[in-house]
């Protein structure tokens, strides 16, 4: 059972460069996040998505896009990336659709560590 | 918006010591999360705390919620050096659909 998969794990770009990071997950989940991590401030959430066809801004959406193409799979893209966004992405997936149920938890994938020179 | 606020961030403590990571939380909020983190590994759940009083335990680490008090604490009993991860707390957002977390701690077990 593979969980929550992302590719790639590491990643270097210029500044200006655009790429995708790429999430699946096989537990049938319904919402599906982005966080980023960086030294000294946790995880801060991105984008999320609730459903199928929908997307939310979290914390730090600037410079970033999302697509959620399907129940399984949900992107990340930065258009013209900036040396700010140097940091370790993650995905999360959890079953439930909007509010967090009672002892539900996010599952997490592996990481995407990106370098913005 | 929730706000948490862990320390400390950084902890050494030596095999076999006791120590505390505390959790305050900024929001009335009705249940806690706390996450593992392996270095270069991605996080996984240790534990949920779903109401005022709950405490948890698993192996050497044990996990209680004062919601009124809007605090947690992680209490490491005995150390030891597979123990030494970043621990975060998390907490659910002002609309309850994804989860915010605090700044993590750093704990290292030395022998």
């Known amino acids: 059972n593979a969980g929550v998969t992302q590719t790639p794990k590491f990643q270097v770009l210029k500044t200006g460069q655009s790429m995708t990071l790429q999430c699946a997950q096989d537990?049938?989940?319904?919402?599906m996040y982005w966080y980023r991590q960086d030294p000294g401030m946790g995880l801060r959430l991105i984008y999320y998505s609730a459903s199928e066809g929908t997307t939310d801004k979290g914390e730090v959406p600037n410079g970033y896009n999302v697509s959620r193409l399907n129940k399984r799979e949900f992107s990340l893209r930065l258009e013209s990336a900036a040396p700010s966004q140097t940091s370790v992405y993650f995905c999360a997936s959890r079953f439930g659709q909007l509010h967090l149920a009672t002892n539900e938890k996010l599952f997490f994938g592996s990481g995407t560590q990106l370098s913005v020179l | 918006e929730l706000k948490v606020e862990q320390n400390p961030l950084f902890l050494s403590m030596q095999e076999g010591k006791n120590y505390t990571i505390y959790c305050n939380y900024s929001t009335t909020s009705d249940r806690l999360y706390w996450y593992r983190q392996d270095p270069g590994k991605s996080l996984e759940s240790l534990f949920v705390l779903l109401s005022n009083g709950a405490v948890k335990q698993e192996g050497r680490l044990m996990a209680s919620l004062d919601t009124k008090a809007r605090l947690s604490t992680l209490h490491i009993t005995a150390a030891v050096h597979d123990l030494s991860a970043t621990y975060f707390c998390?907490?659910?957002?002002?609309?309850?659909?994804?989860?915010?977390f605090g700044a993590g701690t750093r704990l290292t077990v030395k022998p």
């Open positions: 537990m049938n989940h319904n919402s």
């Open positions: 998390a907490g659910p957002s002002h609309n309850n659909n994804d989860m915010r």
